[in-house]
């Protein structure tokens, strides 16, 4: 089966926590309702370094954000990707980890995150519910965004499958 690539858009993609933002990011201002707007800061390389990484590990890029499809609307075109498949999170227990369970199913799995220290025990049990795949749970800073290092660790856990 192909590898998957989940990403989440803030923390890696939108590096919240980041003062100063890091070089190379660019503000963007979405409307969330017909009044507000929330700023979102993107680097417009991340597109092509993600579909790269897709490319050279045979992997499918799928969004795993609590923003939806609407990542598909406002972060994929800002930053050069194509429309992507959607984990739709429909249980409130758990966080993201049923959901991704079910769509990643007996996929080797690598997935872009700032939240995975929110509780560690069921991060644990979803990782060993899944041996013997790989399982990448790449924590990403939302303070740096991804980095070189990020997609370089992804990769390397996805090199045993090549």
């Known amino acids: 089966m ?6 989440d858009v803030d923390g890696p993609l939108n590096p919240w926590a980041a003062n100063p933002k890091p070089p190379n990011y660019r503000p963007f201002d979405i409307r969330v309702g017909w009044w507000r707007k929330l700023r979102v800061w993107l680097d417009p390389e991340h597109g ?3 579909r790269r990484l897709a490319e050279e590990t045979g992997a499918e890029l799928a969004w795993a954000t609590t923003w939806l499809h609407r990542a ?3 972060i994929g075109p800002r930053i050069g990707l194509p429309e ?3 984990v739709e999170f429909h249980d409130a227990h758990g966080w993201k980890y049923p959901a991704v369970a079910r769509y990643a199913y007996e996929r080797p799995l690598a997935w872009f995150d700032d939240d995975f220290a929110l509780d560690r025990d069921r991060c644990r049990e979803f990782v ?3 041996r013997p795949l790989t399982t990448a749970l790449v924590h990403v800073d939302p ?3 991804i980095t ?4 370089s660790e992804a990769r390397k856990a996805f090199s045993s499958n090549l």
């Open 148 to 151: 070189a290092q990020h997609l």
């Open 72 to 74: 598909n609307t406002e």
């Open 143 to 145: 303070a740096t965004g």
């Open 128 to 130: 060993h519910k899944r």
């Open 48 to 50: 092509g370094q993600l």
């Open 2 to 7: 192909r590898p998957l690539i989940l990403i």
């Open 84 to 86: 992507l498949k959607v």
